[in-house]
T-cell receptor, first 116, second 109 residues
Framework: GAVVSQHPSWVICKSGTSVKIECRSLDFQATTMFWYRQFPKQSLMLMATSNEGSKATYEQGVEKDKFLINHASLTLSTLTVTSAHPEDSSFYIC????????????FGPGTRLTVT | GQNIDQPTEMTATEGAIVQINCTYQTSGFNGLFWYQQHAGEAPTFLSYNVLDGLEEKGRFSSFLSRSKGYSYLLLKELQMKDSASYLCAALYAGNMLTFGGGTRLMVKP
């Protein structure tokens, strides 16, 4: 159990367009979902934390108007990168946690975004 | 912030043993995770330590000393497929997980 999926697994978009990434918990209800960004050869950097039905909490330095996060249900969170620029190209990973399952975060497979 | 420190890179020989160390700030600390991440993939869970001591799980073991703010991941009988990044992550009050920079392990024949 505890499977998290992400869609799409990779996406290429043009500068100035918006891209939506979905994160789903397939076999459990995720009370909290996390969005991370990872640049090559670097570790995961937390972007924001979202609890179902409430506004996301963004980490310092992450623009909430640029990275829109919606956690509308206990199994789905979305990250929308608005007006994407080449510097937004990165590996975006979501994770999900359920209070019933303790503190462990279950990671999705990641989405590689390339902005041209 | 809660600095999580681990070596950037390590190299070891197939069949050998390697220990990857991690230090963290102890204030507000709740537990320590180790993840394995292959290039281009998401991290996969290896271990979670809350209490002091060594926890063994097959070829992988993880150790924690809460008073010293120190943990290590021990990999035995190294295989080529163990070449990956190993991420140390500390859980702090408020259930916030903070990742270290990761240790890239290269296993050579």
């Amino acid at each position: 159990g505890a499977v998290v999926s992400q869609h799409p697994s990779w996406v290429i978009c043009k500068s100035g367009t918006s891209v939506k990434i979905e994160c789903r918990s397939l076999d459990f209800q995720a009370t909290t979902m996390f969005w991370y960004r990872q640049f090559p050869k670097q570790s995961l950097m937390l972007m924001a934390t979202s609890n179902e039905g409430s506004k996301a909490t963004y980490e310092q330095g992450v623009e909430k108007d640029k990275f829109l996060i919606n956690h509308a249900s206990l199994t789905l969170s979305t990250l929308t990168v608005t007006s994407a620029h080449p510097e937004d190209s990165s590996f975006y990973i979501c994770s999900a946690r359920s209070e019933d399952r303790g503190f462990e975060q279950y990671f999705g497979p990641g989405t590689r975004l390339t902005v041209t | 912030g809660q600095n999580i420190d681990q070596p950037t890179e390590m190299t070891a020989t197939e069949g050998a043993i390697v220990q990857i160390n991690c230090t963290y700030q102890t204030s507000g600390f709740n537990g320590l995770f180790w993840y394995q991440q292959h290039a281009g993939e998401a991290p996969t869970f290896l271990s979670y330590n809350v209490l002091d001591g060594l926890e063994e799980k097959g070829r992988f073991s993880s150790f924690l000393s809460r008073s010293k703010g120190y943990s290590y991941l021990l990999l035995k009988e190294l295989q080529m497929k163990d070449s990956a990044s190993y991420l140390c992550a500390a859980l702090y009050a408020g259930n916030m997980l903070t990742f270290g920079g990761g240790t890239r392990l290269m296993v050579k024949p």
